[in-house]
């Protein structure tokens, strides 16, 4: 067996999704919570029904850090009031991410700063240091309920990024140095998503040939990127409380292209990885389709 690791589903918080990770083993599930607000009651319902049981939530997808004027503290406090007391220990992981950023606001924050070449960079530490503003908030809601907050690294960008009108991109989280800074300065560990690491290791290694605006990439950010999506992990596996594993190709930016099964040709990654994790680390596999969550537990017996 490749991982001995405790494992989980991620899933929507959708009846139909919750059977099917039931049907295929899984106990344990991590929930993306929806846009539109559950109460308690219709998430234990849930759980009760499949008989299953949530060790960690994801915030909603539109319920995002580093954009001050997008921030909702107190969408943040109801989720946190809401899963509470549904872990089935006493402490249980909420799952963060941050914002992405249309790439005209962040041309128009370089156009506003014509002769500041280090603008980009100044952006990127403006945003991550609104994260670690934003994550002090947060631990202070959570922390008397018991939930610990973890901080996922980020893709390049938001689904559909090459579409007309859909070009959004992750400004920050997306290499360890970022989430290093996040780390030091909360008390938010990591959520290792291998899937948004291998992209980003990809992108920026490609860039050390290639310079170009078209990823927001700063100098600093192009030279000090990991080769690949196992050293992006070592970098942070000291902090990293969870991991996300699966596969992605390209830009990652359609389901097709990202959490999708890994190809044997992508079994040497596996072994590497396989060898640097913490197996007391939860590993949870995205439960995109039933036919990919077959396939992706595969990876835990080749």
């Given at each position: 067996?490749?991982?001995?690791?405790?494992?989980?589903?991620?899933?929507?918080?959708?009846?139909?999704?919750?059977?099917?990770?039931?049907?295929?083993?899984?106990?344990?599930?991590?929930?993306?919570?929806?846009?539109?607000?559950?109460?308690?009651?219709?998430?234990?319902?849930?759980?009760?029904?499949?008989?299953?049981?949530?060790?960690?939530?994801?915030?909603?997808?539109?319920?995002?850090?580093g954009k001050a004027k997008n921030?909702?503290?107190?969408?943040?406090?109801?989720?946190?009031?809401?899963?509470?007391?549904?872990?089935?220990?006493?402490?249980?992981?909420?799952?963060?991410?941050?914002?992405?950023?249309?790439?005209?606001?962040?041309?128009?924050?370089?156009?506003?700063?014509?002769?500041?070449?280090?603008?980009?960079?100044?952006?990127?530490?403006?945003?991550?240091e609104t994260v670690i503003d934003q994550l002090k908030?947060?631990?202070?809601?959570?922390?008397?309920?018991?939930?610990?907050?973890?901080?996922?690294?980020?893709?390049?960008?938001?689904?559909?990024?090459?579409?007309?009108?859909?070009?959004?991109?992750?400004p920050a989280l997306r290499t360890p140095r970022h989430l290093l800074r996040v780390t030091e300065a909360t008390e938010t560990r990591i959520c290792f998503d291998a899937a948004h690491a291998r992209i980003t290791s990809n992108v920026f290694t490609y860039m050390h040939r290639s310079r170009s605006l078209f990823a927001a990439a700063t100098e600093k950010e192009i030279l000090n990127a990991t080769r690949d999506w196992p050293q992006f992990y070592q970098q942070i596996k000291e902090q990293t409380a969870?991991?996300?594993?699966?596969?992605?190709?390209?830009?990652?930016?359609t389901p097709q292209s990202l959490h999708i099964p890994f190809p044997e040709t992508a079994y040497p990654e596996l072994l590497e990885f396989a060898e640097t994790l913490n197996p007391r680390i939860p590993v949870v596999l995205p439960s995109t389709t039933e036919k990919n969550l077959r396939e992706m537990m595969k990876t835990f017996v080749n």
């Open positions: 067996m490749l991982f001995s690791n405790p494992t989980a589903a991620q899933t929507e918080a959708e009846l139909h999704q919750l059977h099917q990770v039931a049907d295929q083993g899984f106990k344990r599930t991590v929930i993306q919570l929806p846009s539109s607000r559950y109460n308690r009651e219709e998430l234990l319902n849930l759980f009760r029904i499949t008989d299953t049981k949530p060790i960690a939530f994801r915030a909603p997808r539109e319920l995002t850090l921030f909702n503290e107190e969408a943040w406090s109801y989720w946190f009031h809401t899963v509470a007391s549904l872990y089935p220990d006493d402490a249980g992981h909420f799952i963060c991410h941050g914002s992405a950023v249309t790439l005209g606001e962040l041309f128009e924050f370089l156009d506003q700063r014509p002769r500041n070449f280090n603008a980009l960079h100044d952006y990127k530490t403006q945003y991550v908030r947060l631990e202070a809601i959570a922390r008397p309920l018991g939930i610990r907050l973890l901080l996922e690294n980020a893709p390049m960008g938001a689904p559909a990024y090459f579409e007309p009108g859909k070009g959004r991109i992750c969870m991991v996300r594993l699966s596969y992605a190709v390209s830009w990652g930016d």
